[in-house]
């Protein structure tokens, strides 16, 4: 069974610009959680999508959204880049009660 | 206060030491704790999960929850260089689960 997979696995954006990922939950899975985990601040929630619907957003401004495709994929779009959105974005996927399971991640550098 | 506060360490054991990682939450409400561990460029793995109070065994894991004192732990007896990674601990409030820093640890051979 694959596991959830992101892309690109790394990223590299100039300040002011737009970035997207990308994530593909488990086959079965309909929940896609997104979080940051920046250096020394642990996972940041950001966002839960299930059934094509968002469901909870963590503390972040409005330039951080996305959406959950039909097929239970998602994106996270962030606009106008800052240099402390630099991090490792984190997808989960879980199906009912189970625990998470992460993906390996996108590391964004913003520059 | 943060929901699940975690002593980032980092932490570095000699091979075969016991390991003893900890936790503590502010919310009670909730009871559903788990255990990530993250290996270098790579997303957390679950590890174990808990709910409420007592052990869990699992192999040379044991995660503990302290409701009283509001502590979890994890527990790695007979610890392993491949037991080097960042474990991170979680408590699962429905919605979303919250998240300690990690504790980064080192396993010498």
């Known amino acids: 069974e694959a596991g959830v997979t992101q892309s690109p696995t790394h990223l590299i954006k100039t300040r002011g610009q737009q970035a997207t990922l990308r994530c593909s939950p488990i086959?079965?899975?309909?929940?896609v959680y997104w979080y940051q985990q920046a250096l020394g601040l642990g996972l940041q929630f950001l966002l839960w999508?299930?059934?094509?619907?968002?469901?909870n957003r963590g503390n972040f401004p409005p330039r951080f959204s996305g959406r959950q495709f039909p097929n239970y994929s998602s994106e996270l779009n962030v606009n106008a880049l800052e240099l402390e959105d630099s991090a490792l974005y984190l997808c989960?996927?879980?199906?009912?009660?189970?625990?998470?399971?992460f993906g390996s991640g996108t590391r964004l550098t913003v520059v | 206060q943060k929901e699940v506060e975690q002593d980032p360490g980092p932490l570095s054991v000699p091979e075969g030491a016991i390991v003893s990682l900890n936790c503590t939450y502010s919310?009670?409400?909730?009871?559903?704790f788990m255990w990530y561990r993250q290996y270098s460029r790579k997303g957390p793995e679950l590890l174990m999960y808990?709910?409420?109070?007592g052990n869990k065994e699992d192999g040379r894991f044991t995660a503990q929850v302290d409701k009283s004192s509001k502590y979890i732990s994890l527990f790695i007896r007979d610890s392993q260089p491949s037991d080097s990674a960042t474990y991170l601990c979680?408590?699962?409030?429905?919605?979303?689960?919250?998240f300690g820093t990690g504790t980064s640890l080192t396993v010498i051979p």
């Open positions: 808990t709910y409420s109070s």
């Open positions: 919310n009670s409400a909730f009871q559903y």
């Open positions: 979680a408590q699962n409030t429905g919605n979303q689960f919250y």
């Open positions: 989960a996927s879980r199906k009912g009660g189970s625990g998470y399971t």
């Open positions: 999508y299930d059934e094509g619907e968002e469901r």
């Open positions: 086959s079965g899975h309909t929940s």
